[in-house]
Structure formats: C-alpha cells, structure tokens
C-alpha cells in the first residue's frame, strides 16, 4: 500500500507535514466487513506516530459512476490541493456506456493538482473474440511466467508466500474466466492500453504530467530490493512509467492533470 510511504515522505518535509485529508473509495464487501475503515485505523496510527495530522472518510460503492465530486466534501476556494489515485479501477467502468466519461469529468470538476493511473497495459475491450482471446493468451502466459519466477521450487518463499501465490492465481483465473468468457454489461475486465488511455484522457481535458527520472530511479531500485525475479523490467514511455516481464509490458503508470487553456 502506498499511503504510508506518502505520510513518511510527509513528516520529513521541511517546516513540519502538512495535513494530510485522505478519501478512500471501495466496493461492498461479501462478508460485511467495513475494510475501508480498517485501513483508516490503521493509517490513522501511523499518522499519530509519525506526527501528521491526519483525516480519513470511507465511500463504499459499486462502481465510481455512482459517486459524484459533491459528495466528497472538497473544500473550495483552493484551501487544499487534491490528488486523486486510480489504481485497477478505470478500466471496470467501460463496461457501461458513458460511465468512465461521468467519472473523469467527476474528477475534473475536483480541479486537482495530479491525477494518477495505474491500469494493466493490455488490450482486452475489442469487440472481437479472437482478437481479445489471443490478447489474452499471451497477457497472462507472461503474467504466469513471472509469477512462477517469484515462486519457483528453487526460491525460499516467506512463510505464506505459498498461499499469497496460489490466491493471486485463483485472482487472475478469475480475469482471464471474465474476459473470454463473459460479455455485455458483466464483461468488467476491459483493460486497455496506455495509447488508448492517453485518448480518453485527453478528450476528457487532461495532459500527461511525465514522471521524471526521479521517479523512474525510485521504481528500479524499489524492483531491485523486492521483485522476485530477475526478468522484471522498469521502462520509461513518453513520461509515464512500465513494469514488465522481460520485453513484454504488464502494467502502465501515469500522471496526468487538467489541460492548460491558452
């Protein structure tokens, strides 16, 4: 999770952290559970520890189309700058007409400082089965084949990193079973790749905000200390960032922010 990396970075700020107002939005969960507050606990004890001031509000929801900027309690009038994080969430919403067109405008009438995306870089929304059944043959035989790296019989895995394995193949088993096997409205898993983002982003009123090189470097030395195997590749695309498996991209990170007029 990357929030409590974000609240260290702050607290070491010069002149004090400022406060930090954080909006987590998430799905029912099927046994009840309220795992957004959860996770406000917990970074609410990390805040306290590290002396930022901190405030956390929860949204459970279905789909991001159903939420609306007013609903977020923004404060106007610029009083603070807003950031919004998507991480494996855009793509879900091609699956209804005009919801990912409701979302982003959502996010614009946010007047935010960055907006960053996190999608997988793979072309699974075509029309056509064949194209996307093959799409998705060679996304996934790559994804497998890192993931087998990270756990392979010759590598010490942690003590639960067996069953953190096995559970994210029954997670990708279930996107593979919904990309080539569902279609309509109940076809979420429609990911797309970084050139067509960068299409509706743009029709939307964003521009690419790059990355830097500061954030490439971050990246390899993150993926020299944790990744488990050594054909993962960080790669720079036109300032945004790509993990991937030896020469095939898996996953686009970029930056974005709302189009200067004039």
């Not at 406060?19 to 406000?40: E, S």
């Not at 392979?152 to 193949?169: A, R």
Request: hydrophobic share 40%; glycine share 10%.
């Amino acid at each position: 999770m990357q929030w409590p990396a974000l609240m260290q970075a702050l607290a070491l700020r010069p002149g004090g952290p400022p406060a930090f107002r954080l909006t987590g939005v998430g799905p029912p969960q099927p046994d009840n559970t309220d795992a957004l507050q959860q996770v406000g606990w917990k970074l609410a004890q990390l805040a306290e520890t590290i002396g930022v001031e901190f405030e956390f509000r929860g949204f459970v929801a279905n789909s991001l189309a159903d939420l609306d900027a007013n609903m977020l309690g923004i404060r106007a009038g610029g009083e603070e700058a807003v950031a919004v994080n998507s991480v494996f969430e855009l793509h879900c919403l091609l699956s209804r007409p005009g919801a990912v067109e409701k979302v982003l405008n959502s996010i614009r009438a946010m007047n935010p400082k960055i907006v960053t995306v996190v999608e997988q870089e793979a072309n699974h929304n075509g029309g056509v089965f064949l194209d996307r059944f093959n799409e998705a043959l060679h996304y996934y035989s790559t994804m497998f084949d890192s993931l087998e790296s990270c756990g392979g019989v010759n590598q010490q895995l942690p003590p639960n990193g067996g069953q953190d394995l096995v559970m994210t193949e029954v997670y990708l088993g279930r996107q593979i079973c919904n990309v080539v096997a569902c279609d309509g409205a109940e076809r979420v898993e429609r990911h797309e790749t970084l050139p067509q983002w960068r299409r509706r982003m743009g029709s939307a009123g964003f521009e690419p905000a790059h990355l830097g090189s500061n954030a490439y470097k971050q990246a390899s030395m993150l993926l020299a200390l944790f990744a488990g195997g050594d054909g993962y590749r960080v790669e720079e695309n036109e300032g945004c960032l790509m993990l991937g498996w030896h020469t095939r991209p898996l996953i686009a990170t970029s930056a974005w922010r709302l189009t200067t007029v004039g």
